[in-house]
């Protein structure tokens, strides 16, 4: 029997390439979007081109890129039109009770018509993340983080239990990050947001168990997502397999005044975070772990992936070294 998955937060980043992977390996597919009546399979595309290009820097200073190849797997570029066309995108705004407990009734009937049977797996993705400090961050601002990344999670979990929970089989993967387990810098809010969607996600596993519902949470450290198109506005030209971009103007336009107390320091964060941004993995590698812990008999309640570096520097620091020193080497790396 062909399962079928919901993702969310479907139409950018890690939801758009865990919809077209999961696609490309013959699931059925829903993903949602806070507008679907706005998603062009041309633009979904190009988004998903962009998020897979690998970049290098071609200077000591790393401010200048270089696009080098596409990553995306040969099949899967063959077949990127029609695998999108696979997917079905529906309407969701994760902090509305209304508009989420609305798509998942019409995401159910939908997958009961197509195939049967209800949705097996939900991916919940959408999240949301901001630059700055504690203090000078809008209260606004650390509400509506938590809003998307812990309670819109919530709030799309409890609508689809009753169907799982009825079917008494199902699985939940839950989207958190590395930034998690150890705070970022001036992305306070971010941490905080997603080490209680960590937290909240071990309690969960626990309550589901005699229903037969996997729960489990994925850890990404830096992926190379959509930042590229949105924030550093990095453009590849469509006539040429090779495109570079200088990256300076974005580290100098940050979004902090001059006059902050804190600008030196954020500064400092913004650069590093940015530099190692444009050069992490591809969503799909991300993706590739997904559809193993779909796979899994028994998939463990958290996975931490990312590049190498970043899973080793965390394992390390929180296994072997004393808080003090843990800040200690964050500072370092952070420039502080």
Do not use: C
């Not at 890129?65 to 066309?85: F, G, H, N």
């Not at 938590?146 to 999670?153: A, I, K, M, W």
């Not at 506005?233 to 570079?244: R, T, V």
């Amino acid at each position: 029997m062909r399962k079928v998955v919901l993702v969310t937060g479907a139409s950018s980043g890690l939801g758009l390439s865990h919809a077209v992977y999961l696609a490309s390996k013959g699931y059925t597919v829903f993903g949602t979007s806070r507008d679907s009546s706005n998603i062009k399979l041309e633009e979904l595309a190009s988004i998903y081109r962009r998020d897979h290009t690998k970049w290098k820097f071609t200077d000591k200073e790393k401010l200048q890129l270089k696009a080098v190849k596409s990553l995306i797997p040969k099949r899967i570029e063959r077949q990127l039109p029609e695998l999108l066309e696979k997917i079905t995108f529906f309407s969701m705004d994760v902090t509305s009770n209304h508009s989420v407990q609305q798509a998942i009734n019409e995401i159910e009937n939908t997958s009961k018509q197509l195939s049967g049977h209800g949705i097996d797996v939900l991916i919940n993705n959408a999240g949301v993340g901001f630059f700055g400090s504690v203090e000078e961050l809008s209260l606004k601002s650390w509400e509506q983080s938590f809003d998307v990344n812990l309670f819109g999670t919530i709030r799309v979990i409890k609508a689809v239990l009753p169907f799982m929970r009825e079917r008494k089989s199902g699985q939940i993967i839950n989207t958190s990050s590395l930034g998690g387990l150890i705070s970022i810098p001036f992305q306070t809010h971010y941490s905080a947001s997603k080490a209680a969607l960590k937290i909240f996600t071990e309690g969960l596993r626990t309550e589901l168990k005699p229903f037969n519902i996997k729960v489990s949470t994925i850890l990404p450290g830096d992926i190379n997502t959509n930042f590229n198109r949105n924030t550093l506005n990095l453009i590849q030209d469509e006539k040429s397999e090779i495109a570079s971009t200088n990256i300076k103007k974005i580290i100098e336009a940050i979004n902090i005044s001059p006059e902050s107390p804190y600008y030196q320091q954020a500064k400092n964060v913004w650069k590093v975070i940015i530099q190692n941004l444009v050069v992490s993995p591809p969503p799909i590698s991300i993706s590739k772990k997904v559809g193993q812990i779909i796979k899994a008999k028994n998939p463990r309640v958290n996975y931490r992936i990312g590049g190498f570096d970043q899973v080793l520097f965390l394992f390390l620091i929180r296994r072997f070294l004393t808080d003090r020193i843990t800040n200690f080497a964050i500072e370092k790396y952070y420039g502080l």
